[in-house]
């Protein structure tokens, strides 16, 4: 089918946006230092799947302009699919003016139009033309690149820096570099282009599990009897796996574990998926017996530094909640947690100011009752437009961990990209049971 030149824009920007939104590559416009050190949460910066997003979103409106609206009478009604729209443009709105009464403004307005851009990540891959195998395979794409990355820099035990992609140079020995420490060695965690060893491990679990899920919901493969396109789909799964391993990210592995579980419940009677779930638990045992000290290391809180992150997790947790007394109605503001935290007490080193990791508490304490209630409005429509079961409810599970023990699913942009671009392609298979 001939594509007009509308369609093919959109077609191409939206496939290139699945690839690289994982990455980093940005123009910070703004850096702000404290005390002569850079503040993360302070910085104001444009991405480059940003840039990618304005032209996929134009050419998106202009493909259902010129394809579906064009030419015809529009009557207006009120439909569950209007409504969710509209919770969903509302919410975007409160962030939006709830910016102009923070602190710093702009932190506020830069969270908030991430929202915005993550609502519209979604509806472009919802009501893409392309086929869904062309959107997985983007979006495997982009995985694929950063799990062999990530399994080079484990191995290598450095990372690179690099402006094309976004990347940091890291090193073991460094301070401040994401270790495992076992046995007075230090080894450093795989970051792939991304800034953080659990955003890293949470993009890749999240995209294994998905391709996992698109095999589980296919009814016919038209290369099923094509051993090269087999082994191609078992190596994948493998690279993601190990990529996910590498990560040392215990969120990722419980949410691995808990969506292992769940597509075992819907794929036990086809053969084909209970192999490529075997792939995935084979190649974690046999990565855990080779390197079974980081394990021990990582899971049973031996050293300072495991005791450390978990102390400071709790008490995160415990400081998150008083915050969010502070100001239950609208909150502190998009982008203001560390703000808040900074205010109460200026005394700590400023790479100590960071979200809770929870991102429940982080959306609570930072837009309050208010924009909670709107989420929840917004959760419950989809519910009802995507006529979602409790069993297609499941497909979130692994969600909980991330969402419970971290925060980059709120507070990155790559995060909030991430769950729009899964519950969109979620949504199409939903409808649809077979890969094109």
Not at 145 to 157: D, K, P, R, Y
Not at 183 to 188: A, F, G, H, I, T
Not at 368 to 383: A, I, P, R
């Amino acid at each position: 089918m001939l594509m007009s030149g509308a369609q093919r824009v959109y077609a191409y920007s939206l496939q290139l946006a699945l690839v690289i939104f994982p990455f980093s590559t940005a123009w910070v416009y703004y850096e702000s230092m404290i005390g002569g050190v850079k503040w993360q949460y302070g910085t104001l910066l444009w991405y480059a799947s940003e840039a990618v997003l304005v032209v996929c979103v134009m050419s998106c409106c202009l493909f259902l302009y010129t394809n579906h609206i064009r030419g015809k009478q529009v009557r207006f009604r009120w439909t569950k699919e209007r409504l969710f729209v509209l919770s969903l443009a509302g919410l975007c709105a409160y962030l939006y003016g709830r910016s102009f009464f923070t602190v710093y403004p702009d932190i506020a307005l830069q969270q908030s139009v991430h929202m915005l851009e993550a609502v519209l990540f979604f509806f472009c891959t919802l009501l893409s033309p392309l086929e869904n195998r062309t959107l997985i395979r983007a979006l495997v794409l982009g995985a694929i690149f950063q799990a062999g990355l990530g399994v080079a820099q484990f191995f290598l035990q450095n990372t690179w820096s690099s402006t094309l992609l976004g990347t940091s140079a890291h090193l073991a020995a460094e301070v401040g570099s994401s270790v495992v420490v076992a046995e007075s060695e230090r080894w450093l965690r795989a970051y792939g282009t991304l800034s953080h060893p659990n955003v890293f491990g949470g993009y890749l679990v999240l995209m294994l599990l998905l391709f996992l899920y698109i095999r589980s919901k296919a009814q016919n493969f038209t290369d099923i009897f094509n051993v090269r396109y087999q082994i191609l789909n078992y190596l994948l799964i493998i690279l993601l796996t190990v990529g996910v391993f590498v990560s040392f990210s215990r969120s990722a592995w419980i949410a691995l574990f808990l969506g292992l579980l769940f597509l075992s419940f819907r794929s036990k009677q086809s053969k084909k998926h209970i192999v490529s779930i075997f792939t995935v638990i084979c190649t974690f045992a046999i990565l855990c017996g080779l390197l079974w000290p980081l394990i021990t290391t990582r899971l049973g809180a031996k050293t300072l530094n495991e005791r450390q992150s978990i102390s400071e997790r709790v008490s995160g947790n415990a400081e998150a909640i008083e915050l969010a007394g502070e100001n239950m109605l609208f909150g502190m503001g998009p982008g203001h947690y560390t703000v808040t935290l900074m205010q109460k007490d200026s005394s700590r080193p400023i790479w100590e100011y960071q979200p809770v990791h929870n991102v429940l508490l982080l959306v609570l304490v930072e837009i309050g009752v208010v924009g909670v209630l709107l989420f929840v409005l917004c959760s419950l429509l989809f519910v009802k437009t995507f006529q979602i079961s409790f069993v297609d409810g499941v497909f979130f599970v692994p969600f909980v961990p991330l969402l419970l023990f971290d925060h980059y699913l709120w507070s990155s942009l790559v995060g909030l990209f991430v769950v729009g671009a899964c519950i969109a392609l979620f949504c199409r298979y939903k409808k649809v049971n077979t890969i094109a």
